[in-house]
């Protein structure tokens, strides 16, 4: 091998490099150690930034050879690239750009992650297949991956760790810190399953937060992945991963492959910004996700630095403490937020001593003394001393030199530099007589320097508070020898008490008369009665009350008086002889006496306030304060008060109390009202607010800030957005965020994990109500025609959208009417050639009728023909039909009044060309337009209303029903509100003259009212129509009666239409004074011809033996008119009769008329009248007609019930019913009821009490439960169940009519109800209609209310909501299996023994009645079942469940609107030992097969795990011998022999031979052959061991500058690395194999010559116990200079300790007590919970 010889300076690069791997290790490393040079200075870096490469060189020394390497490698510019640099690889393919290759120009893309040579720098021609070496290799600092650190150095990839180190394996952890161990990220990985429907289109699977690495989710299923990103500046951005491949988003790498049936999506991180993973419905099948990430742990716990000490000298502490770091936002944040994370442990506080010197001297003072005077001025003093305080805080005095650096304290100052307080007189009381001498009074105080009234005044100096006054006013007193103002106080007092005395309104003490006195002469006594006494202001009188009724002193009721001198002279009068009289009476008294001292402080300091004079009692003598009881009450001086403090008060800001603070956390707000006011007189309490400005003082504040910290996470809702219908159920959606709001008031958007409440809904159901119905129109069909003009047609569908969402097909009434261009529409397409034949012919054509219908009595049905006017009664069905030609029938269409008309509850538009109209009523009135293509043809129809008058067309129902109730209360109004629209009987109609379209036909009206005016149809005929349908004949009550005279003439008159215009042409032709004349004749006329042509047309329809029945004469004195003359003549010769009736049912005969109050003593009545009793009636016979053929049979009945006849209620012959002398429970509706075989008939009549108002009631209960409309009388109760529509008849009688109104719960029902004719009509009836309805009947006589109660039935139901019974189970046995019943059925598996409960959820209205059955059998009556019903039969506990238990469980709702029954199952499972199949054979050959019987654990014949049948017995099973036969020939091989080399590559070998086993078991060689064709004989010689061979290399010592590692020791090192025997680099750990050399070594070093120097201790901190200590300096100095160097330099030896306990020795008092100075800050700190505190601080921290 060649030896490395020495580099010159011009020595190329790779020249060197070829040098240095063609080194081998040859010599001693003494010897190596003295032929190199040191290494040379680090060359420039390859790159400037993304990782480059720098060398150092070192040269040989040695003319020979030099072993190992003289060129050494380093990483720099560690730093990322901008991203405009490129990748540096593409940058060194760039750069052949401009060379030509193969005579043409390429641009250049770089192929990275070449397997077979990394380090080549091969590009690809862009646009092309071509991939060319453009250099051997690339530039140093390449990547030799685009995955991995690893780079290219001289040619060869060199490893580089994470710490972008040469050789180092150091590695990123999974939270992507280089050598870390995993603990600043957690492993977060679930599984999500979609519940997503249709109205929940989408759903959030994971947030993943900012920082997360290696994310993988797997979907497997049909739904989509799609992602919502969210960057730490609060931009959103959303990709929809519509397609598989690798995406850029937020500046985080996406790869996505989306599958059919799955989706896979990878992100290596760390994610750049929150990225939110949402999934989205697309098919039917839910999906399930897995997702694992590592999440970074943003938030961690920080150690601070040492708190300042707590003293400045002498020895203090100082902690540290925690506080919880937000790496992304930089900044420390609550607690709470590193408690989140279980992995992060907050670290214990550490305490240490600091500031351990000696305090310097200072001064120390002692308290003042106090002052040498109270007030004028004084002086105190103290004394100062300097002291020095030690590290326990003993103080001791030391001399005062020490303390001259500081200026000394003073030791005296004045004191108390105020004014003395002084004596401060008030003004004088008014005089207390009105005549003569008196006294007065005066406040004097002592008052201080701030003019408050205190004490301190001197007695001696103080002012007189009462001296003498005189009234000039003289006193009259002719009978008193001694003047009032001589006597003594008290006696003055009593005189003016009696002199002044009345009785007042208010209780008061009135003394009567003194007595005499008691002696002659001398000294005696007088007595006198004093009474609480008030004067009674309404008598005028006096009254006497007890005394305690009375305020104030109670007069004397005794007193000392003086007759004069008992020697019977009478000496001249002397005032001190009097004062010696009365002396030993008042010596007492005039000891003690009453005197001001002063008022009371004023009760406000400005804008007016009282003072009240202090009164007391003192010793005269001693002047000290006497109890009050010494002295005389009635002496005492009267309440004096007077004002103060009047000037107005200065203005001042009035403050309100704050609100409650706004927020609970995060800065709130509160608020207060501050105004400025003046008080300006308390007095008449008058205040007023003024302008800011006048108040001085600054204004406080109005608003505050509050509630200053950090919120705790919480969901935060934006707003819903709209909903996504307006009806039928929609969903509206809204973005719910996990926030913190901070103190400063601003919010942190925070990952979803840190809100720990459930989150609020994203999403609601909205507009839950249904649609109103519309059409949904169906496409249009072909066109009618091939060629030409056609017609399309489509079907509508009248359909309505619930609240559900479900589209359900409804009646078609409930739309709108659909415009008729809405359904069919014309076609044009190319013109039909069809010469010869003229268009016209083939044009629509409608065949009507010109003709005039009358109707003159009630027919069910008729039917018309479109063309002409029909005159008709209500309540009659009308069919009208089109009959057109050359026209399809389906297409015709038909309008009224100019309006489409579709079909309808009440007119059918059949496809047939005809319209319906079931039952006229008023609005049916107008003109009905049938359309047949451009042919169109008309047919106009009016009402004939009460007295045979037409009725007016109404404008709305409003008008309608004011129509009807015109007509009813008075039919001849109702014929004047019908004017004649022609010009020829009236002057023209109010609607033309208002400008309004005269009603079509309307010139015929007046001659169909002439027509239906005629009286003299004669009535008499009635017995010879008896012949009609009784069915037709029976008329409501509605009929009038006047319409029993038209019985005679056809159902209905038929006239041609040109016959009434040649009537009015003619009428229009006479002048006008004769038409009224001539159109009466001419009617007359047209009768008699309609007479006449029914007659014939009769007569051609009767058979021949039939005969008509001979008219009725008519009474000669009933008037007639000479048209009733003219149809009697022409009639009164047909004769007829029939020999036999035809059967017919009963029909009763109604004679309708308005009700009456009858005063005759007999009352004779028709049904379908109302009798008002009178006082005076006293017989009612009401008459019952009734025919049918068989005869009808009669009965009565009252108020529903049969009537019991007697004898004064009776039945007459002809079935009438007689009440004699009746009475008022006679009251009430009476019924006939005629029956035969065919059917039955029955009209009732109401008996009234003298007119007072009657109800029709019932007293029934009426359950529904399949009917659609449910009729009863009112008075009944009904119960139904919804959806239905309910009738309540309200029947009502009274003279006059009685009105009805309808109440419901007391409430006046409002007009939105249907009530017609006293009917109240509830449709689609749902339980808010439930209640009391009333029907009140009231007229001038009274009033009467009758209810009915309406109850909603709801049949029993599963409810929808099933947490009630749920909890239910739960609270009756948390433990035990459960299920809950269903129609279709529920199964539950349960062990033997076990217990079971068995819910039956069910609604309904009322509350269903549940009965539970096993088997179908009643559970009560099955024997050997235990079990209980609980929760009112919601709830079945079966217990001790066994086969027998087992089976259908069902449970039967009842109530009166239905049943249900739902089932559950319950299947006892028991485990057992199955034998099953044998299991396969052994072997297949040979003499060794067997085959085992297989034993599984079956629970119900379901195989599970064998663990269940632990306890089992297992049956007995053998193994039976199989395949025992001779095994083909096959190859046999021997073990590998040892390989022949350990690295480099060998071989080793086996032996290969052919063998066959027989049955026997023996093995025997055979050909080889007969093994070949069977399989291929294996090799028996293969390579081993090719990896390569290596060794340990080394590189000489460093220098001994290393770590220090003793006394002038220290450490250098040495390169030791892995290379093959050729010299090429490996990893180490390629080398791990061999013993490694050391790299390390000791060597001398002055630098090392240092040690630990430490000072003296400090003083113990404690005398005694367990917890003094002391401490020293301890540094590390050279042992030569002496000076102080790095401590690193003397780590080699232990450092001394620098603190020490000390003093541990047990204290003599071993009571709880402190240790140390420190306990007050350790109890401020809340560290006594600590150990080292708890003991040490054992007093303070007991007490905390």
């Known amino acids: 091998m060649e030896c490395c010889r020495r580099a010159t300076p011009g020595t190329p690069l790779l020249f060197l490099a070829f040098l240095l791997l063609s080194s081998r290790t040859t010599r001693s490393e003494e010897d190596r150690d003295s032929l190199w040079d040191a290494w040379g200075p680090w060359s420039e870096c390859s790159r400037t930034c993304g990782g480059g490469a720098s060398y150092s060189l070192r040269r040989c020394l040695s003319s020979r050879s030099c072993e190992g390497r003289n060129i050494r490698y380093r990483t720099c510019s560690n730093v990322d690239c901008p991203p405009e640099a490129g990748d540096f690889r593409a940058q060194q393919c760039s750069a052949h750009n401009d060379v030509k290759h193969h005579d043409q120009f390429y641009e250049w893309l770089p192929v990275s992650n070449d397997p077979e040579n990394p380090c080549s720098l091969k590009c690809q021609a862009k646009g092309t297949t071509l991939v060319v070496e453009l250099a051997p290799k690339v530039l140093d600092g390449t990547r030799c991956n685009t995955d991995s650190l690893d780079m290219c150095i001289s040619g060869l990839c060199q490893i580089v760790g994470c710490d972008h180190q040469l050789g180092s394996i150091a590695k990123e952890d999974n939270c992507g810190v280089c050598n870390g161990d995993g603990s600043t990220c957690r492993l977060v990985r679930g599984q999500y399953k979609s519940q997503l429907s249709a109205t929940k289109l989408d759903d959030t699977v994971v947030a993943i937060p900012y920082g997360s690495r290696q994310v993988r989710l797997f979907l497997r299923g049909t739904d989509h992945l799609y992602l919502e990103t969210k960057t730490l500046q609060g931009a959103k951005g959303e990709n929809s991963l519509s397609s598989t491949g690798i995406f850029?988003?937020?500046?985080?790498?996406?790869?996505?492959?989306?599958?059919?049936?799955?989706?896979?999506?990878?992100m290596v991180g760390p994610l750049t910004a929150d990225f939110i993973v949402k999934i989205r419905n697309s098919g039917s099948a839910n999906s399930t996700v897995q997702f694992i990430f590592y999440q970074p742990i943003i938030h961690r716990w920080r150690e601070t630095d040492f708190f300042p000490c707590s003293a400045t000298c002498g020895g203090g502490y100082q902690l540290t403490s925690a506080e919880?770091?937000?790496?992304?936002?930089?900044?420390?944040?609550?607690?709470?937020?590193?408690?989140?994370?279980?992995?992060n442990i907050k670290p214990k506080p550490k305490l240490q001593e600091c500031n351990l010197d000696?305090?310097?001297?200072?001064?120390?003072?002692?308290?003042?003394?106090?002052?040498?005077s109270s007030c004028g001025g004084g002086i105190q003093s103290r004394s100062v001393s300097c002291v020095e305080e030690d590290i326990q805080g003993h103080v001791t005095s030391v001399e005062e030199w020490k303390c001259m650096y500081t200026p000394k304290t003073p030791i005296m100052q004045p004191c108390n530099i105020f004014d003395c307080p002084k004596w401060l007189a008030q003004e004088w009381s008014p005089c207390t007589v009105t005549c003569g001498q008196g006294l007065r009074y005066r406040v004097v105080l002592c008052i201080n320097h701030r003019g408050m009234h205190t004490g301190g005044c001197s007695p001696k100096t103080k002012p007189h508070i009462k001296e003498e006054c005189i009234v000039p006013t003289p006193c009259y007193k002719p009978k008193e020898k001694i003047p009032v103002e001589a006597r003594g106080p008290r006696y003055k007092q009593a005189q003016e008490l009696e002199e002044g005395a009345s009785v007042s309104e208010e209780p008061s003490f009135i003394p009567e008369a003194w007595s005499a006195c008691t002696v002659t002469c001398g000294v005696g006594t007088q007595v006198r009665i004093v009474k609480c006494q008030v004067l009674l202001s309404f008598s005028q009188s006096v009254a006497d009350l007890p005394v305690d009724e009375c305020e104030g002193p109670k007069p004397a009721s005794q007193r000392a008086c003086y007759a004069g001198p008992c020697n019977g002279e009478v000496p001249e009068f002397n005032p001190g002889q009097t004062d010696g009289l009365l002396g030993g009476l008042q010596d007492f008294d005039e000891l003690y006496d009453w005197e001001y001292e002063g008022f009371t402080k004023c009760s406000e300091s400005c804008g007016g306030g009282v003072q009240e004079a202090v009164v007391s009692c003192l010793n005269k003598q001693t002047r000290e304060p006497a109890d009050e009881n010494l002295c005389v009450t009635s002496r005492r001086p009267p309440e004096f008060l007077k004002t103060c403090s009047l000037d107005p008060c200065p203005s001042r800001w009035e403050i309100g109390n704050w609100s409650p603070c706004s927020l609970t956390c995060g800065v709130g707000l509160q608020t207060r009202d501050v105004f400025c006011s003046q008080i300006r007189s308390r007095e008449t309490n008058e205040t007023v607010i003024l302008a800011d400005d006048l108040c001085r003082q600054q204004k406080p504040s109005t608003v505050q800030a509050c509630n200053r910290f950090n919120c705790p996470p919480a969901w935060y809702p934006a707003q819903?957005?709209?909903?996504?219908?307006?009806?039928?159920?929609?969903?509206q959606k809204r973005e719910v965020l996990c926030k913190q709001r901070m103190a400063d008031g601003s919010f942190l958007e925070l990952p979803e994990t840190f809100c720990s409440a459930p989150k609020l809904a994203s999403q609601q159901a909205c507009k839950k109500d249904d649609c109103p119905s519309e059409w949904f129109l169906s496409e249009w069909t072909e066109c009618s025609t091939t060629c030409g003009e056609g017609t399309q047609t489509r079907s509508a569908i009248c359909r309505k959208v619930l609240k559900t969402g479900v589209s359900i097909i409804v009646n078609s009434s409930l739309c709108l009417p659909l415009p008729f261009s809405s359904s069919i529409r014309p076609c044009m397409l190319a013109t039909c050639a069809r010469p010869g034949r003229p268009s016209t012919k083939h044009s629509p054509h409608i065949e009507a009728a010109r003709k005039i219908y009358i109707q003159t009595r009630r027919q069910r049905k008729l039917h018309f023909i479109v063309g002409g006017f029909a005159y008709l009664l209500p309540k009659t069905a009308v069919v009208l039909r089109c009959p057109t030609r050359r026209f399809r029938k389906p297409l015709i269409t038909w309008e009224k009044d100019g309006q489409h008309l579709i079909s309808s509850a009440h007119v059918t538009v059949a496809p047939f060309g005809y319209l319906k109209i079931h039952r006229l009523k008023p609005s049916d009135a107008g003109i009905y337009t049938c359309s047949a293509g451009p042919a169109r043809e008309q047919f106009v129809i009016k009402l004939i209303g009460g007295n045979q008058k037409l009725v007016a067309r109404p404008t709305s129902l409003r008008n309608e029903e004011e129509a009807l109730r015109v007509r009813k209360a008075n039919p001849k109004e109702a014929l004047q509100t019908h004017k004649h629209q022609n010009g020829i009987f009236s002057n023209g109609s109010k609607a033309e003259k208002r400008g309004l379209t005269a009603d079509p036909g309307s010139h015929y009206d007046d001659l169909v009212s002439r027509l239906l005016e005629q009286g003299g149809w004669p009535g008499e005929l009635l017995a010879s129509w008896e012949v009609q349908d009784s069915t037709e004949r029976n008329t409501s009550s509605e009929e009038d009666p006047n319409e029993q005279a038209?019985?005679?003439?056809?159902?209905?008159?038929?006239?041609?239409?040109?016959r009434l215009d040649d009537i009015l042409r003619n009428l229009s032709q006479q002048p006008d004074e004769l038409r009224d004349v001539y159109s009466k004749h001419l009617v007359a006329q047209l009768a008699q011809e309609i007479f006449r042509s029914h007659v014939e047309h009769q007569d051609t329809l009767l058979k021949p033996s039939e005969q008509r029945i001979p008219p009725v004469a008519i009474p000669p004195q009933k008037p007639v008119s000479s048209f009733t003359s003219m149809l009697r003549s022409s009639s009164s010769g047909e004769a007829g009769g029939g020999s036999r009736r035809p059967h017919r049912k009963p029909t009763i005969l109604r004679k309708i008329s308005a009700a009456q109050q009858l005063s005759a003593s007999e009352v004779v009545t028709h049904l379908g009248q109302t009798v008002a009793l009178a006082s005076g009636t006293l017989s009612v016979l009401l008459h019952c007609e009734a025919i049918g053929n068989p005869r009808p049979t009669i009965s009565w009945a009252r108020n529903g019930e049969e009537v019991q006849f007697s004898d004064r209620i009776l039945l007459q012959p002809d079935?009438?019913?007689?009440?004699?002398?009746?009475?008022?429970?006679?009251?009430?509706?009476?019924?006939?009821?005629?029956t035969n075989a065919l059917g039955y008939d029955s009209v009732s009549i109401a008996v009234t009490l003298a007119g007072k108002p009657l109800v029709k009631t019932s007293r029934t209960t009426v359950i529904n439960t399949k009917e659609p409309a449910v009729t009863l009388d009112v008075g009944s109760t009904i119960k139904t169940v919804r959806g239905v529509n309910v009738t309540i008849n309200c029947q009502v009688a009274g003279v006059p009519e009685a009105e009805v109104t309808w109440f419901r719960n007391k409430s006046k029902l409002g007009s939105p109800h249907h009530v017609h004719e006293g009917s109240l009509l509830l449709t689609d009836v749902s339980p808010s209609d439930q209640g009391l309805y009333s029907c009140r009947a009231a007229n001038v006589h009274g009033e009467l209310t009758e209810s009915t109660q309406l109850l909603i039935l709801d049949p029993p139901q599963v409810p929808t909501q099933l947490e009630d019974i749920r909890a239910l189970l739960s609270a009756t046995g948390r433990n035990l299996p459960s299920v809950l019943t269903s129609p279709l059925g529920t199964q539950l598996v349960v062990d033997h023994g076990n217990s079971a409960l068995l819910g039956c959820p069910i609604k309904g209205q009322p509350t269903p009645n549940i009965t539970w059955f096993h088997d179908g059998r009643s559970v009560a009556t099955v024997t050997g079942l235990s079990h209980h019903i609980l929760a009112a039969g919601q709830i079945l506990q079966v217990a001790n469940l066994s086969g027998e238990s087992q089976g259908e469980f069902s449970c039967l709702a009842q109530n009166e609107a239905g049943e249900l029954m739902q089932?559950?199952?319950?299947v006892i499972q028991d485990y057992w030992w199955s034998v099953d199949r044998l299991a396969t054979c052994s072997a297949s050959c040979g003499n060794r097969g067997i085959q085992q019987p297989r034993l599984r654990c079956l629970l119900n014949s379901t195989e599970v795990s064998p663990a269940h049948c632990?306890?089992?017995?297992?049956?007995?099973?053998?193994?039976?011998?199989?395949?025992?036969?001779?095994?083909?020939?096959r190859w046999m091989v021997t073990s590998w022999s040892a390989c022949t080399r350990s690295c480099g590559g060998g071989i080793q070998t086996r032996r290969v031979t052919c063998q066959k086993l027989k049955a026997s078991g023996i093995s025997t060689p055979v050909s080889n052959d007969m093994c070949t064709q069977l399989a291929k004989r294996p090799v028996d010689t293969q390579a081993c061991n090719q990896q390569l061979c290596v060794e340990w290399a080394f590189s000489s010592w460093g220098q001994c500058n290393g770590p220090c590692i003793g006394p002038r020791l220290a450490v250098q090192h040495r390169q030791v690395f892995c290379q093959t025997l050729d010299g090429i680099a490996l990893p180490s750990e390629q080398c791990s194999a061999l013993p490694r050399p050391v790299s390390t070594q000791n060597c001398w070093s002055e630098a090392c010559s240092v040690h630990w120097r430490v000072s003296l201790w400090t003083l113990c901190t404690a005398t005694c116990g367990n917890y003094g200590f002391q401490s020293r300096r301890v540094e590390c100095v050279h042992a030569r200079t002496n000076k102080a160097v790095p401590e690193h330099l003397c780590s080699w030896g232990p450092r001394p300790a620098n603190w020490q306990r000390c003093n541990i020795t047990p204290c003599e008092n071993m009571e709880c007590r402190d240790t140390t100075r420190y306990c007050e800050k350790v109890k401020q700190l809340k560290l006594c919970q600590l150990s080292q505190f708890k003991s040490r601080c054992c007093g303070t921290c007991g007490k905390a």
């Open 248 to 266: 850029l988003v937020d500046n985080s790498s996406v790869d996505f492959q989306k599958f059919p049936d799955k989706e896979i999506l990878k």
């Open 358 to 372: 000696p305090c310097p001297a200072r001064w120390d003072a002692t308290p003042w003394t106090a002052c040498s």
């Open 1046 to 1058: 038209l019985l005679h003439l056809p159902f209905t008159i038929v006239t041609e239409q040109q």
């Open 1463 to 1466: 089932k559950a199952s319950l």
């Open 1215 to 1234: 079935d009438s019913l007689q009440i004699l002398a009746p009475v008022e429970a006679d009251v009430g509706f009476y019924t006939c009821n005629a």
């Open 720 to 731: 819903w957005q709209p909903c996504s219908r307006t009806c039928g159920g929609g969903v």
């Open 1510 to 1529: 632990a306890g089992k017995v297992r049956p007995a099973v053998n193994p039976i011998p199989c395949n025992r036969r001779d095994c083909p020939s």
């Open 324 to 343: 919880c770091y937000d790496l992304r936002s930089n900044r420390v944040v609550a607690d709470q937020y590193c408690h989140y994370y279980p992995e």
